[in-house]
């Protein structure tokens, strides 16, 4: 089966004997949202007497313990066979089925990157009162060996974050409203449809742009929803038809973002790097202008060579900062800010016009 002809597609069937038709080292990045089998015994019902409309469907049913592991090794296998060698994959699942998971996934040599938690703002409650509520989920983010080489988007999810490190837990609602799938009388249309921010977050941090994206268990399409928005390719693998149907309406009304520059930060060790001094250069920055901190605590002056002199200091915006700060380290270039028409604006600012006027 060559890989140009699934690009893009949901197929039909089997992940385990789809994937098996694929090239080896095809793929990019994998999500995979397995079945969790839940071991639910009779109907759940709510204080009203009312039926909770949870997972019942049979993909979710397993006889025993190994029947499930045994299942669950043979995707994890067909899934490593595609995965390019800097490749990563993404699993999650919820408490009953996790620890076999991450338990699997390192007998068969991946290598564990991080488990998120995705907490949620607005989990189902716990009816019977019996057990804490069950308000996350795991995800399980791994490379396919130790020596991978893989890609990790740093600037883009500390962006997200509000110029933040990204935390490995993430508060994200589960999936309602609009978003949320459902049949003509108003019923979920899949009763494990996650939310496209979580999925978001998985492809915009660990793929880039025209990266293939797996999904073997694709439900209604929230990955390839949000793989065609973010300009990745995707492949969608899904036993039931109505679903994989469904999917394909919701992705055929999907807009992708138009223009590379608006989907992500590029990772800063990929631009060109601009010493201060050319600043001074470009006529951006004077000798002898005053640098702020962003709360006006300490200042220091440009000398004519590129480096700051404050009171009891000398050297580059790094040194000069994190002296001022008792630190060992400091990002001279988002720490000092400089008046431009009234305000203050960091330093870092100015590198970018210098950076996009001389097209370096």
Not at 106 to 122: A, E, H, M, P, S
């Amino acid at each position: 089966m060559k890989i140009e002809n699934c690009k893009n597609r949901v197929l039909v069937g089997d992940c385990i004997e789809i994937m098996s038709k694929l090239p080896s080292e095809s793929v990019d990045l994998i999500f995979a949202d397995p079945p969790y089998n839940l071991q639910l015994n009779g109907e759940l019902q709510r204080p009203d007497e009312s039926n909770v409309d949870g997972v019942k469907e049979s993909w979710d049913k397993f006889d025993t313990f190994f029947e499930y592991d045994k299942y669950t090794n043979c995707w994890m296998q067909a899934a490593r066979r595609i995965l390019k060698p800097n490749g990563t994959i993404w699993v999650m699942g919820t408490y009953h089925n996790i620890f076999r998971l991450g338990y699997l996934m390192q007998n068969l040599g991946f290598w564990l990157l991080n488990d998120i938690v995705w907490r949620k703002v607005n989990p189902m409650p716990n009816f019977r009162g019996r057990r804490f509520t069950n308000a996350h989920e795991t995800l399980i983010w791994a490379s396919k060996s130790s020596n991978s080489k893989y890609t990790y988007n740093y600037e883009a999810m500390k962006s997200l974050n509000g110029d933040l490190q990204m935390r490995s837990d993430w508060l994200i609602p589960i999936c309602t409203g609009q978003e949320r799938l459902k049949d003509k009388t108003g019923k979920k249309f899949h009763p494990t449809q996650k939310p496209e921010n979580l999925l978001s977050r998985v492809v915009m941090s660990s793929s880039n742009i025209e990266d293939l994206v797996l999904d073997p268990f694709f439900g209604t399409g929230t990955t390839g929803a949000v793989a065609k928005k973010l300009r990745r390719n995707f492949i969608g693998i899904e036993q039931n038809a109505k679903y994989a149907l469904e999917a394909e309406k919701r992705i055929n009304l999907i807009s992708e973002i138009n223009s590379t520059d608006l989907i992500q930060t590029p990772r800063k060790i990929l631009e060109p790097r601009i010493p201060f001094g050319f600043l001074l250069e470009q006529g951006l920055i004077n000798p002898g202008e005053l640098l702020h901190d962003y709360r006006n605590r300490w200042t220091a002056r440009i000398r004519a060579d590129g480096s700051l002199i404050s009171k009891d200091k000398k050297g580059s915006i790094h040194a000069v900062g994190a002296h001022l700060q008792g630190l060992q380290a400091c990002n001279g270039w988002t720490f000092w800010h400089i008046k431009r028409s009234g305000k203050f604006i960091p330093i870092d600012n100015l590198r970018h016009i210098a950076r996009s006027a001389n097209n370096v």
